[in-house]
C-alpha cells in the first residue's frame, strides 16, 4: 500500500496538448499586457520569433532521456541521480578578456534579462532528435553585460566539479570537469542561448539546471549543463569530447548529413516520441538553422568538423 | 549425492523444449513494453539494445556449457542445442529491429553501414556465422554431416561470440564497463577450452 499514489499518468495525461497551447498563448498574452503571470506557470517568458513550429516532446521524454555522464552514463541515470544536486546559490565565474570580470549570482544574472520560450529542433550525435521547449535568454546578453574586449575570440564553458554530488565525476570516463566552447562569432549568434526553464518550468536538474547552454545547430553534447565559469580568450579552447577522441568529435561538431562520425552515418536520425514505427528523416545541415551558415563562409567543414 | 549430482538428476526431469518457451517470452514481454509506451524516450534503441544484449547472454551461456560439465560437474548438454538455437532467435530479433525499425528500411543506407561502419559489418559477421549453426541445429544433420564434420562447423561459435563482444564494444561512446564485461567473459571461457585442448595434446 505505501505505493498507492504511484500512477500510470504522465503529465501528458494531465495536460492534453490543446490546453497546452492554450496555456502558452495565456502567458504570451500576459506578457504582452504586461499582466500578472497566470498562476500555472512558474516562468513566464516572451514567445521568440525563433522558435521552431514543430510539436515539442513531452516533458517526461525530454526528462528522462538524457547524456549527462556526470550522473551515469545510462540514458536514464541522470533523471534517477541528479536529484541530489544542490543548485541553489549557484554563481557563473565570468573571466578572462572582459571588462567586468566577477562572480555573477544567478538571479543577478536573469535579473537583468528578458527570459523567451525557445522551442528548438535538438539533435545528438547519435543519430536522435527531440523537440524543446526551453526558456532562457540570449548568451550575447549577458556576453554584453561583462563587457567583451576585442581581442577575445571564442568562449569556454564549464561544468560544475563536485564528486559527492556528480558521482560519474569518480570515474575517468571523461576528463572533468566537463569543457566546452564556441567561437565569438557562434556565441554572439542570437540562436545560441542560455536556458533556465523547460516547458515553463524551472530547468529539471538532469536536463542542466540551473543554466546551460542551447546552441541548436551543433550535436547536444555542444550545449553543456550546469554551468559554472564561462572565460573569454583568444585561442580555441579544450573541449572534453574533442579531448576524449579528437578523431570523432570536433571543435565545431555542427550538425551535418555530409559529415559522417567515423563510426556511423549522419545522413538521417530517427525523431523520438513518434512511436515504434516512425522511422528516419533526413538530416538537415545545420539542423535546419540556415541562418548560421554565413558563419562558416570559405571554411571546409569536412575539415573543421 | 552431491548438491550437483542433485541438481543433475533434478534437471533430468526438465524437457528441452521448456527452454523454447521461457526464452519466447522476455522477448514477448519487452516487445508489448515498448509498442505501449512503457520503454522510455526512445524504444526502438530500448528493444535493439535489450535483444542485443540478451543476445550476448545466450551466447556466453552456451559457451559455458562445456566447462561447467567438466570444471563443475553440471550437466546442461542437452540444453545446449535450445540455449544456442535462442541466441541465434534473439540475434535475428535484433537484427530485424535494426532493419525495420531503427534504420526503417533504408536499405541504401543499410548497406552502406554494413560496408562502411565496421561495428555494423562485424555483427553481421557475427550474424551470418550464426546462421548455418542454427540450420543444422538438427539431429538430422548431424547424422548426414557425420559428427566430427558438424562439430567443426559448429566450432564458428567462437569466432560469433567474439564478434558480437567486438561489436558492442565498437559502438559504444566513451568506456562504459559491460561491453567489456562480455568480451571479459567469452575470452575467459574460450581460454579454458584452450587448456584442455593443450593438455590433452601433451
Given at each position: 500500500m505505501t505505493y498507492r499514489f504511484r500512477t500510470d499518468l504522465r503529465w501528458s495525461d494531465v495536460t492534453p496538448k490543446g490546453v497546452f497551447l492554450n496555456r502558452r498563448q495565456l502567458m504570451a498574452g500576459a506578457a504582452a499586457f504586461g499582466l500578472a503571470r497566470p498562476a500555472l506557470a512558474k516562468i513566464a517568458a516572451q514567445p521568440s520569433a525563433y522558435s521552431t513550429d514543430e510539436v515539442p516532446n513531452r516533458f517526461e521524454d525530454i526528462t528522462s532521456?538524457?547524456?549527462?555522464?556526470?550522473?551515469?552514463?545510462?540514458?536514464e541515470d541522470p533523471a534517477a541521480n541528479a536529484g541530489s544536486l544542490t543548485v541553489k546559490p549557484w554563481t557563473v565565474k565570468i573571466d578572462g578578456m572582459v571588462d567586468r570580470p566577477g562572480d555573477y549570482g544567478l538571479e543577478d544574472i536573469l535579473a537583468h534579462v528578458t527570459l523567451e520560450e525557445r522551442i528548438y529542433r535538438f539533435r545528438c550525435v547519435e543519430a536522435w532528435s527531440m523537440v524543446v521547449p526551453w526558456i532562457g535568454f540570449q548568451l550575447s546578453d549577458l556576453l554584453a553585460r561583462a563587457g567583451v574586449r576585442a581581442s577575445a575570440e571564442y568562449v569556454a564553458f564549464e561544468t560544475l566539479m563536485r564528486p559527492e554530488e556528480m558521482p560519474g565525476q569518480n570515474y575517468p570516463i571523461l576528463e572533468w570537469p566537463y569543457r566546452e566552447g564556441l567561437r565569438l562569432d557562434e556565441a554572439m549568434h542570437p540562436l545560441t542561448i542560455l536556458a533556465t526553464g523547460l516547458y515553463g518550468e524551472v530547468l529539471p536538474n538532469q536536463s542542466g539546471a540551473p543554466i546551460r547552454l542551447v546552441v541548436p545547430w551543433k550535436y547536444g553534447f555542444k550545449s553543456i549543463k550546469a554551468i559554472v565559469r564561462i572565460t573569454l580568450t583568444d585561442s580555441q579552447p579544450p573541449t572534453s569530447w574533442n579531448m576524449q577522441n579528437p578523431g570523432e568529435y570536433g571543435f565545431y561538431s555542427n550538425v551535418n548529413p555530409e559529415v559522417d562520425h567515423p563510426r556511423w552515418s549522419q545522413a538521417s536520425e530517427r525523431p523520438l516520441g513518434a512511436g515504434l514505427f516512425a522511422g528516419r528523416v533526413p538530416t538537415r545541415k545545420f539542423n535546419g538553422y540556415d541562418e548560421v551558415a554565413g558563419l562558416y563562409a570559405g571554411q571546409d567543414l569536412a575539415v573543421d568538423f | 549425492m552431491a548438491p550437483v549430482q542433485r541438481i543433475n538428476a533434478w534437471l533430468r526431469a526438465v524437457p528441452a523444449w521448456t527452454l523454447y518457451v521461457a526464452g519466447a517470452i522476455p522477448p514477448a514481454w519487452l516487445f508489448f513494453l515498448a509498442a505501449s509506451g512503457r520503454l522510455g524516450a526512445d524504444p526502438v534503441k530500448g528493444l535493439e539494445r535489450q535483444m542485443g544484449e540478451w543476445a550476448l547472454m545466450l551466447m556466453v551461456a552456451v559457451l559455458a556449457v562445456t566447462p561447467l560439465r567438466r570444471f563443475v560437474g553440471l550437466n546442461l548438454l542437452k540444453f545446449r542445442r535450445a540455449i544456442g538455437l535462442l541466441a541465434f532467435f534473439y540475434v535475428l530479433g535484433h537484427f530485424l529491429i535494426w532493419v525495420l525499425l531503427d534504420m526503417g528500411l533504408l536499405w541504401s543506407q543499410i548497406l552502406a553501414d554494413i560496408v562502411k561502419r565496421p561495428y555494423v559489418t562485424i555483427g553481421m559477421a557475427g550474424f551470418l556465422m550464426l546462421l548455418p549453426l542454427a540450420i543444422t541445429s538438427n539431429n538430422r544433420s548431424i547424422r548426414r554431416m557425420g559428427a566430427q564434420r558438424w562439430q567443426r562447423l559448429h566450432k564458428l561459435t567462437y569466432p560469433a561470440a567474439l564478434a558480437g563482444a567486438v561489436h558492442y564494444i565498437w559502438l559504444v561512446k566513451s568506456w562504459p564497463l559491460e561491453p567489456f564485461l562480455y568480451l571479459a567473459l567469452i575470452l575467459m571461457l574460450l581460454a579454458l577450452r584452450l587448456r584442455v585442448a593443450t593438455r590433452a595434446m601433451a
Open positions: 532521456y538524457n547524456n549527462y555522464y556526470e550522473f551515469g552514463t545510462g540514458k | -
